[in-house]
């Protein structure tokens, strides 16, 4: 499967794009479902491969996020890009060891 095919298929929240404005509004535009809160609320810089809750190899192009699921009583959200901007709840992946089981 490549890359693109996968990036491709994720969802970003579903907000008219009109209503763009400020800053807050544009971090929810670039929010994709499956992302614990909103993209851009943590670390300037940092993405959510690089967080600890990512749950997938550090080269995939998109996995679940292991802090929405825990958000969420244990359902599992959809695929987030490794690409996101991270969002509050980003916990470098150094801080825990590397190990990222559910």
Known sequence: ???RTSVSRAKR????PYLARDAEER???????????FAGSGP??????QCRFWLGKPEAAAA?????KRLM???EGPRVPAGA???KYFAGAESAGKERTP
């Open 44 to 49: 300037p810089g940092a993405t959510c491969s």
């Open 64 to 68: 679940i996020c292991l802090e929405y």
């Open 85 to 87: 901007a991270s969002c």
């Open 13 to 16: 929240l579903p907000i008219h």
């Open 27 to 37: 971090r929810a535009l670039s929010t994709f479902c499956g992302q614990a809160s």
């Open 1 to 3: 499967m490549s890359t």
């Open 73 to 75: 009583s244990g359902r």
